[in-house]
């Protein structure tokens, strides 16, 4: 009986595609995968998207979850799908450009994704803990030279986006080795991090700003400097530019989507236009920049150099200061 | 199997392991940079500590086990629950046949998809622990994997896998 | 303004029928989630967060909070009947919970879970109206070296569910604790028995690894013989929870709460550890010690206790300092701040209308907890009477869904299908599972706060001692060790004796 009904069913099936195969894509809900837990970055902005992205979509986009390994679980799962576009990736700053330029051991590429747009820039801040004597970059520089080893900073993880801030800033700011003068200090996600410079165990921290702003409006961190050109609203510090390291421009965080590599056009075309669409939502764009976001969409061109980009600095920056990871 | 037959068992199991973990495990499992400035901040570690005390708590057991051996006491029947201590070939065949079940059903998932692959699961399951109500388990097998879909996929959100095949709204 | 009329305010803030609707549609829908082993509490919040954006700020957040609560409690729900935890925090009302529903006492397990939860629930918020200031600075002493001692404390519990021998406690232990390093090294980001496998990386599914450990064996055992305990007929029994079997577990549900508070408050621990805790400090009290594990009601009672204790605790460093305790309150966070709200201690003197209107809320929301659980124990208690010929299969399915459904990954599928094999070989050698459970969660907290403090220190071990907390946390562990030493050498004496 059951193979009966399993027959019958599979006919149906077959009966149902036969009858579509010339229609446009998407014929059935999509899957996007967020590769980091619930209540995080990433997450917080693909379901904010999720919600324009579900109006011009002409099929149920399910969002999903697959945590693990900084974005490195998720983003495989992606790269492994049938590249028919049902499976999408939101990629992030930490699982596709810094991942990729610290381990070597990392099972993907940027080659084997195709992005079809990055619709979201976050300013990367640095701040210290509100009562600390460092009150400007200057201040946080000839501390690390000064006395080596005694200043730390914080980041949710090894290859994480704050892993390779910290350094690059001070790289920047002229201390020859930031890994033996300057502490790094691993956490286990964003909030711990941020967590460790509030309680003392780490000096300072440089993230999303978005993941700093309540902390600086409650007057419980001291913002030092922002790393966009343009100042961030609520940070009451210089940006890269004032302080005459523009090429700190190129430290900032993203979120864009991606399919595997060798996705048709078509789709690509089609994510294009629903991505348009989407970001241009009015509530979409409240949400986010109530956040801190900074909602600019790159066509697929655009988003590809941006990251390669991004991408070659970071790489040049961990070959300098052998960061790579090998093992 | 008698406690101290358990206990000598799972004492050497654990001195073997120790072993394993500190020759082969270790060595080859992890990998750890070469520019380590401190030893308690390296990679091994901790893994190695871990190996130490199973091998010790092994070490322990054995002795423990030992003890007991000489002293003829019989501590044996108070953490023996009966139903554990016969074993007959059927219970082995048994547990056979449900490590093929459950292996087959994970490498059908893919395959076939989650509700298609639990229905024969389901019902293989329930015969092999001899149900007393077949019809019932049958029904059963076929109504809960759809109603767990139609939870999952529809009020969670969850893109449970379809497979290739047969596709369910 | 004082206290009183602050809180006055805000029961004028959430005296409306859309807070008291919010409230109870989240507490019904977090019991439901938490009943269904996989969707943890974490993912009812995190679904239910899009569903605040249309909301007003105080009926939003309620709502997740109503989730939260539910699907803590709700978690206990299959812990007792089927022996699988619904959520984490729920796996140690199993150790006497599943025992008594085998003893056709699961309506009494069930009752007692439910006045615990709420008992506690209600203490846990009073702590963070009362103390929630003093409790965040307390909290914010915490660094990685206390963090360290304080694990290292906790890791003494493993004595309380070690059942008759310590040394296969300790070993059962030692397992949980290498399958937990597993994964990618926290300072170096290297390859920890991984061999490069991308879903190994993460690490071991921890929901997959407790689902493992806990349900399948029980499956398995029925595979290996089929009849044993077919005679015997589970009921829920009549029998509900007396008065005085409340108030004889009253002790013990008041230090779980405790308990709780202290460890929620603190950021990062979660309810688990607190269950664990709560409950092996009750049965060190305890003059039935050698019922516990068995089917003793006061171990029902604690074990809920110290998890709901967590539930409002956890608010106090998210509403007293902005940030998260776990990924609970993270979501949380994320639906203050889209509706343009940013908690910390700033937010006392901005909003302080909707701090009290929450903690009014939060107050209402316990006595909502207590009704809808009433009716939720009524709902299913028919799962106790489903033949086990067709309940296990059930289980089996229902774990598989759940358990792919936490990560969406069918790696995970495996894992829990291993660790069975591995609990079922366990309980064959009379190994206790509660050892490895409590290793596999403290076991990483334990390394990464020591490695952070070398860090800290550049090597120096001065560090783990740097302060009061860390000297209490010392004292504490030893004084603990020895007893449970001496204990052991007593026992093994009075062996060799008889």
């Given amino acids: 009986m059951k193979k009966m009904m399993v027959g019958a069913l599979s006919a149906l099936a077959l009966g149902l595609t036969a009858g579509v195969a010339v229609a446009e894509y998407p014929e059935r809900a999509v899957t996007m995968v967020i590769p980091y837990g619930p209540g995080g970055a990433t997450d917080i902005s693909a379901r904010t998207l999720a919600d324009p992205l579900g109006k011009v979509a002409s099929k149920p986009l399910v969002m999903i979850n697959k945590t693990g390994a900084g974005g490195a679980t998720g983003s495989v799962a992606v790269q492994n799908a049938k590249k028919d576009g049902y499976t999408m990736l939101f990629a992030r700053v930490g699982s596709h450009s810094v991942n990729p330029a610290m381990k070597a051991t990392l099972p993907y590429t940027l080659d084997d994704f195709r992005f079809v747009g990055v619709y979201e820039i976050n300013p990367v801040a640095c701040a210290v803990e509100a009562g600390s004597d460092i009150k400007s970059m200057d201040d946080l520089i000839a501390k690390v030279k000064g006395s080596p080893g005694s200043v730390s900073y914080s980041s949710s993880g090894v290859g994480s986006l704050l892993h390779l801030a910290g350094a690059m800033v001070l790289r920047e700011f002229g201390v020859e080795k930031p890994l033996e003068q300057a502490t790094h200090i691993p956490l286990k996600g964003g909030g711990a991090a941020a967590t460790a410079v509030l309680n003392g165990t780490a000096t300072f921290i440089c993230t999303n700003s978005s993941a700093l702003a309540s902390f600086v409006s409650n007057g419980q961190l001291r913002p030092l400097m922002v790393t966009t050109a343009e100042p961030v609203t609520g940070f009451d510090a210089p940006t890269s530019v004032d302080l005459g390291k523009p090429a700190l421009q190129q430290l900032v965080g993203w979120t864009g989507i991606a399919g595997p590599a060798g996705m048709s056009d078509e789709v690509a075309e089609v994510w294009g236009k629903y991505l348009t669409e989407a970001t241009a939502d009015a509530g979409f764009l409240e949400k986010m920049q109530a956040r801190g976001s900074v909602i600019r969409l790159m066509d697929p061109k655009e988003s590809q150099d941006f990251i390669n980009g991004q991408y070659k600095i970071f790489r040049a920056l961990v070959d300098e200061l052998g960061m790579r990871i090998e093992g | 199997m008698s406690s101290r037959h358990k206990q000598l068992g799972i004492g050497g199991a654990a001195v073997l392991s120790s072993a394993f973990l500190f020759f082969v495990g270790i060595p080859y499992g992890i990998s750890a940079p070469s520019n380590i400035r401190n030893i308690v901040l390296s990679p091994l570690f901790w893994p190695q500590i871990l190996a130490g005390l199973i091998g010790l708590v092994g070490l322990g057991i054995l002795v423990s086990a030992a003890r007991a051996g000489a002293g003829e006491t019989v501590t044996a029947g108070q953490d023996q629950t009966p139903d554990q201590a016969q074993s007959e070939p059927g219970n082995w065949l048994r547990l056979a046949v449900m490590t093929v079940i459950l292996v087959v059903y994970l490498a059908a998932v893919p395959w076939i998809g989650l509700v298609w692959a639990s229905i024969p699961a389901f019902i293989a399951v329930a015969f092999l622990i001899q149900t007393r109500h077949p019809k019932t388990a049958v029904i059963a097998a076929i109504l809960v994997p759809l109603v767990l879909y139609a939870f999952f996929a529809h009020v969670a959100g969850v893109a449970v896998p379809q497979g290739e095949f047969v596709r369910l709204p | ?498």
């Fill in chain 3, 1 to 498: 303004m004082s206290f009183f009329d602050n809180l006055l305010l805000g029961w004028e803030l959430v005296s409306n029928i859309e807070s008291f609707l919010a409230l109870a549609v989240g507490v019904v829908v977090g019991v439901i989630a938490g009943a269904i082993p996989g969707m943890s509490a974490t993912m009812a919040v995190a679904l239910t967060l899009p569903f605040t954006f249309a909301l007003s700020p105080i009926t939003g957040i309620l709502l997740l909070l109503g989730v939260y609560k539910g699907g803590i409690f709700g978690g206990s729900i299959p812990a007792i009947l089927i022996k699988t935890p619904g959520t984490p925090a729920s796996s140690a009302t199993i150790l006497d919970g599943y025992p008594l529903a085998e003893k056709g006492q699961a309506g009494k397990a069930l009752g007692m879970a439910l006045y615990a939860s709420c008992t506690a629930d209600l203490i846990s918020n009073l702590a963070l109206i009362l103390f929630a200031g003093w409790l965040a600075s307390f909290a914010l002493n915490f660094g990685p070296p206390e963090f360290f001692t304080l694990i290292l404390f906790s890791l003494t519990i493993i004595a309380g569910v070690s059942g008759q021998s310590l040394l296969r406690g300790a070993l059962s232990a030692l397992m949980g604790l290498l399958l937990a390093t597993i994964g990618l090294d926290l300072v170096y980001g290297t390859n920890r028995f991984n061999f490069n496998d991308p879903n190994l990386m993460g690490g071991l599914n921890f929901i997959a690894v407790l689902i493992g450990l806990f349900a399948i064996p029980e499956i398995l055992t029925k595979v290996w013989d089929p009849r044993g305990n077919d005679g015997s007929t589970r009921q829920l029994g009549g029998n509900w929870v007396s008065f005085a079997e409340y108030r004889a577990c009253f002790k013990s549900i008041v230090r779980g709460s405790v308990i709780g508070v202290f460890l929620g408050s603190i950021p990062g621990i979660g309810a688990a550890p607190s269950a664990f805790l709560s409950y092996s400090e009750a049965r060190r009290k305890s003059p039935n010690r050698e019922n516990f594990g068995k089917g003793e009601l006061e171990g029902v009672a604690a074990a809920e206790a110290g998890n709901n204790g967590v539930a409002g605790a956890t608010l106090i460093p998210l509403l007293a300092l902005g940030v998260p305790g776990d990924v609970i309150t993270a979501i949380i966070i994320g639906a203050f701040m889209i509706h343009g709200l940013q908690p910390g201690p700033l937010m006392f003197v901005t909003n302080a209308d909707i701090i009290y209107g929450l903690f009014m809320g939060l107050i209402i929301s316990s006595v909502i907890l207590l009704l809808v659980g009433s009716v939720a124990i009524r709902a299913f208690r028919f799962v106790a009477d489903i033949p086990r010929g067709v309940l296990f299969p059930a289980v089996l399915v229902l774990c598989v869904f759940g358990v792919f459904a936490v990560n969406n990954n069918i790696f995970d599928i495996g894992v829990m299908f291993a660790m069975g094999g591995l609990g079922f070989l366990m309980l064959r050698f009379d190994l206790p599972a509660a050892p490895f459970l409590i290793a596999f969660i403290l076991g990483p907290l334990l390394e990464d706060n020591f490695r952070q403090s070398m860090l800290m220190s550049g090597g120096s071990p001065d560090v783990l001692v740097r302060g009061p907390i860390t000297w209490v946390f010392w004292t504490m562990t030893v004084i603990t060790v020895v007893a449970v030493v001496r204990a052991g050498f007593r026992n093994s004496k009075q062996a060799t004796q008889n």
